[in-house]
């Protein structure tokens, strides 16, 4: 592995060790870190989406009705699915669901968009 991998895995076992060591001592804390954690990590993906829709909204406005009642209903499922993750307790089965859900639409969203190439 490169250092830069190994820095970066190091980063991520002391976080995990941090977090595993202070829910043994503190765990309403650990609760507020994940929940600053979650939002930090829903502000990241809002910017990212924002970012590529701005980027590419020229190459979207080319798409049929259909293809844009996909691609955006695709997306807003997504927010639906993260908001409800907020809601209900993150067991085995729910969080396979809600990333199958997520992961459905996020392929969905992709072929929407590869069928937008060319087209402009």
Same mark, same amino acid.
């Given at each position: 592995?490169?250092?830069?991998?190994? #820095?970066?895995?190091? *980063?991520?076992?002391?976080?995990? *060790? =941090?977090?595993?060591?202070?829910?043994?001592?503190? &765990?309403? /804390?650990?609760?507020?870190?994940?929940?600053? #954690?979650?939002?930090? *990590?829903?502000?990241?993906?809002?910017?990212?989406?924002?970012?590529?829709?701005?980027?590419? !909204?020229?190459?979207?406005?080319?798409?049929?009705? !259909?293809?844009? =009642?996909?691609?955006?209903?695709? &997306?807003?499922? *997504? /927010? /639906? =699915?993260?908001?409800?993750?907020?809601?209900?307790?993150?067991?085995?089965?729910?969080? #396979?669901?809600?990333?199958?859900?997520? &992961?459905?639409?996020?392929?969905?969203?992709? !072929?929407?968009?590869?069928?937008?190439?060319?087209?402009?």
């Amino acid at each position: 592995m490169e250092r830069r991998q190994v #820095i970066n895995w190091g *980063i991520v076992v002391a976080a995990a *060790i =941090v977090l595993t060591v202070l829910q043994v001592v503190a &765990g309403q /804390v650990v609760w507020i870190l994940a929940l600053v #954690i979650r939002v930090a *990590i829903l502000a990241g993906l809002a910017w990212f989406a924002y970012t590529l829709w701005r980027n590419h !909204r020229s190459r979207l406005q080319w798409l049929s009705r !259909r293809q844009k =009642v996909l691609f955006y209903g695709a &997306g807003a499922l *997504i /927010v /639906v =699915v993260v908001a409800v993750s907020f809601l209900l307790p993150l067991t085995l089965f729910t969080s #396979i669901f809600l990333l199958a859900v997520a &992961g459905a639409c996020g392929f969905v969203m992709w !072929r929407m968009f590869q069928e937008s190439s060319g087209w402009y």
